[in-house]
């Protein structure tokens, strides 16, 4: 009988440490609806101290693996790597208007906030845009009223060049603007200026006639959404081709 007895008293005992062990591991979550449950106050202390503990260890290996990837994340962080993808770039991009909207592109330097605008709309306001459906009108090619505001952006594609490419690029787009006196809804337009821009980077081009919202997200669909160009070699630009054909 004493034997019996003693056996039993290690029992129990055993159970309450066992216990006493699964209170400590029950996660926080667990530990707290144990707390809400819990009929006996002994409970509800026991589940309490187990959310401290598991509570402060959280936070313990939390802070400790914040300290272990700050190095990690100090040795990612290399000089220029805002620029990673090209120190320059070209942003084709649509806008809205009182009409069909509008196509330009934004151009610079990926390190500075300054940039530049190019797009191709009639000089004047409503009378020279009307005619311009059925003749020729004057022209502008820089920044447009809206250009700049980002409230009026519906779509853009932005790509990036490395330091050669986007000199050859920059001064296209600027023979472009001096070679485009003039503008037509349906021919000389928006959309084909920014087009003749594209095509020279040797990107894949979608036809003019379309919303300018559409024509820049068919120019990112048709090219893969590809954000790095690399033009070909010198020699082989299309800039020289025309130059020669406008010298004949």
Not at 48 to 75: D, G, H, T, Y
Not at 98 to 126: C, M, N, Q
Not at 143 to 158: I, M, V
Request: hydrophobic share 40%; glycine share 8%; charged share 20%.
């Amino acid at each position: 009988m004493l034997n019996r007895s003693w056996r039993s008293r290690l029992c129990l005992l055993g159970a309450t440490a066992f216990a006493g062990l699964l209170v400590c591991e029950i996660p926080p979550a667990a530990a707290k609806d144990i707390g809400a449950h819990a009929g006996s106050p002994a409970s509800a202390t026991q589940a309490k101290e187990a959310n401290k503990i598991a509570s402060e260890a959280n936070a313990l290996s939390s802070a400790e693996a914040i300290n272990e990837s700050k190095p990690m994340q100090a040795s990612l962080r290399q000089p220029g790597s805002s620029s990673a993808k090209g120190p320059y770039y070209v942003d084709f991009r649509a806008r809205t208007a009182a009409s069909w909207g509008h196509a330009f592109i934004w151009y610079g330097k990926t390190s500075e906030r300054k940039v530049e605008v190019a797009g191709l709309t009639p000089a004047g306001d409503v009378l020279q845009y009307v005619l311009g459906y059925v003749a020729f009108v004057p022209s502008e090619t820089g920044a447009s009223y809206g250009d700049l505001d980002p409230q009026y952006l519906t779509a853009h594609y932005k790509v990036y060049l490395n330091e050669q490419d986007a000199k050859r690029v920059f001064a296209y787009i600027k023979k472009l603007q001096a070679r485009s006196p003039v503008w037509n809804a349906e021919t000389a337009n928006c959309t084909a200026f920014i087009g003749d821009i594209a095509a020279f980077m040797g990107l894949k081009v979608p036809n003019r006639w379309q919303r300018p919202e559409n024509y820049v997200n068919n120019l990112k669909a048709m090219n893969g959404g590809r954000q790095i160009v690399r033009l070909e070699a010198e020699d082989n630009a299309p800039l020289k081709d025309l130059g020669r054909r406008l010298s004949f």
